[in-house]
Nanobody, 123 residues
Framework: VQLQASGGGVVQAGGSLRLSCAPS????????VAWFRQAPGKEREFVAT????????YSGDSVKARFTISRDNNKNTVYLQMNSLKPEDTAVYYC?????????????????WGQGTQVTVSS
């Protein structure tokens, strides 16, 4: 499965962005999907994950009150709505997927990865 992440950009602190993740060539509705991020010089960090039905989600502690993961299986897309952005949210954001996967919060729980989209939050 090839994943395409989009929606990144440059935004001022306090602003919002919505990232999208979509697969190419197949439907998404049987895949657990997650977002991770990686800042320069840091390890890849779990952001949020959503089950294939969309009814269960988990978010990382650093984003829990500000970011929301959701999915629209009719549009074959998973979203990450990011509000109240902070400079420390600056990173490359990756979407990842695993068919019928559990809601892992570690990178080894996901087989398929997108190329990443850059999010830069200016102070």
């Amino acid at each position: 499965v090839q994943l395409q992440a989009s929606g990144g950009g440059v935004v001022q602190a306090g602003g919002s962005l919505r990232l999208s993740c979509a697969p190419s060539g197949r439907t998404f509705n049987s895949y657990t999907v997650a977002w991770f991020r990686q800042a320069p010089g840091k390890e890849r960090e779990f952001v949020a994950t959503i089950g294939w039905s969309g009814s269960i989600t988990y978010s990382g502690d650093s984003v829990k009150a500000r970011f929301t993961i959701s999915r629209d299986n009719n549009k074959n897309t998973v979203y990450l709505q990011m509000n109240s952005l902070k400079p420390e949210d600056t990173a490359v954001y990756y979407c990842a997927a695993q068919r019928y996967g559990l809601l892992y919060r570690t990178t080894n729980g996901y087989e398929y990865w997108g190329q990443g989209t850059q999010v830069t939050v200016s102070s």
